[in-house]
């Protein structure tokens, strides 16, 4: 089984309406703390073969002392750190010593990075909660890529793509990106996730933006294909044919951890999690790796809802048919996980951390 533990040196500088994450400014990781986490975490990887990752979020570099972090991340001997490169540009762009930090990067084998955009200008400052977003954004890609960095853009499609696709094409071709992703953006049963439904991308979006995906470097057909088949209208033939329990006692092959500031180990990604650990700094090796090797996957399903607690699958149906049809979600769980939210279903969540 793949484990990845999300740990988190630093807050964040946005609240994207469509994230689940426990986003925000918060508390800086101590640096011994982050050395001596990062320590325990490669002690207990030993005991895993098959290996483990993990990935330092929610926004490295607003950390003080990165390049020592990044040093110890990149010279462990039994866990591999994930380096997913996705930035903001706020905590780099603010930083007087921005060429350091990127060279620490540089030096330590990292050199792709991202960023994400959710329209122009004021739209995507309006979904990140964050005024001057979108202007510090760019100048860090542009940053980035003066800095012989792999820049990567992220489109996090919503339905101001429809207005905005114009404006995006022409700074697209303006800048000098390595390469275009196009998200859309999933939904898990958190109360966060709610924020992001006034903004959600319809196939009627889709159809206006059609003509600008092959200059975002898109199969134009694919992603229509994809956006259909995860819409609300095509769920209910899905329903035909699975059974929930089946679906939530299926084997994950993917087990999600995430490290909080106060040096605090949770079953689950930043957000969503499950189950506390217990403080990683306090955590046996040995014991810690036996724990974690009897966790079940949590990549899906079950990581959210008890079986038991599973509605019948009539009252599914109606709840998913009762949501506009032409909504278009990342994927057919985050269908089921946003009819389960009108149903009032419970979730395995801690409410608290």
Not at 95 to 102: F, G, P, T
Not at 197 to 213: D, G, H, N, Q, S
Not at 322 to 350: E, M, N, W
Request: glycine share 8%; net charge negative.
């Amino acid at each position: 089984m793949e484990i990845n533990v999300d740990f988190l040196v630093s807050g964040c500088n946005t609240q994207c309406k469509h994230c689940y994450v426990n986003g925000g400014p918060g508390p800086l990781m101590q640096t011994d703390d982050a050395l001596a986490c990062i320590e325990k975490l490669d002690q207990i990887a030993a005991f895993f073969p098959q290996g483990m990752s993990f990935t330092l979020d929610h926004e490295p570099m607003n950390h003080s002392e990165i390049g020592k972090i990044l040093y110890a991340a990149s010279h462990t001997k039994h866990i591999t750190n994930y380096h997913h490169g996705m930035t903001t540009g706020l905590g780099l762009m603010s930083r007087s010593d921005k060429e350091a930090v990127i060279q620490a990067y540089l030096e330590n084998g990292y050199n792709e990075f991202g960023i994400t955009l959710h329209g122009v200008c004021a739209h995507h400052d309006e979904i990140v909660n964050r005024k001057g977003a979108f202007d510090k954004a760019i100048a860090a890609a542009r940053f980035l890529s003066q800095m012989g960095c792999r820049v990567q853009i992220s489109l996090m499609v919503n339905r101001f793509f429809a207005e905005d696709a114009g404006q995006l094409s022409r700074l697209i071709d303006d800048m000098n990106v390595n390469d275009i992703y196009f998200a859309i953006p999933i939904f898990t049963p958190h109360a966060k996730m709610m924020r992001f439904e006034p903004y959600r991308v319809t196939l009627e979006t889709f159809e206006k933006i059609r003509r600008y995906l092959p200059g975002w470097r898109q199969d134009a057909e694919e992603i229509l294909e994809r956006a259909r088949k995860n819409s609300v209208g095509e769920a209910e033939e899905k329903l035909q044919s699975i059974d929930l329990h089946s679906l939530w006692t299926e084997k994950q092959d993917t087990l999600y951890l995430s490290l909080h500031q106060d040096c605090m180990l949770y079953v689950g990604n930043s957000g969503v999690e499950t189950q506390a650990l217990g403080d990683l700094r306090k955590l046996e090796p040995e014991i810690a790796a036996e724990v974690i090797r009897n966790l079940p996957g949590n990549s899906d399903y079950g990581a959210f809802y008890d079986v038991e607690n599973l509605p019948g699958m009539e009252n599914v149906r109606e709840a998913i048919m009762a949501l506009p049809q032409d909504l278009v979600y990342g994927d057919f769980p985050s269908i089921l996980y946003r009819a389960f939210v009108d149903l009032g279903i419970p979730t395995k969540l801690l409410s608290k951390i």
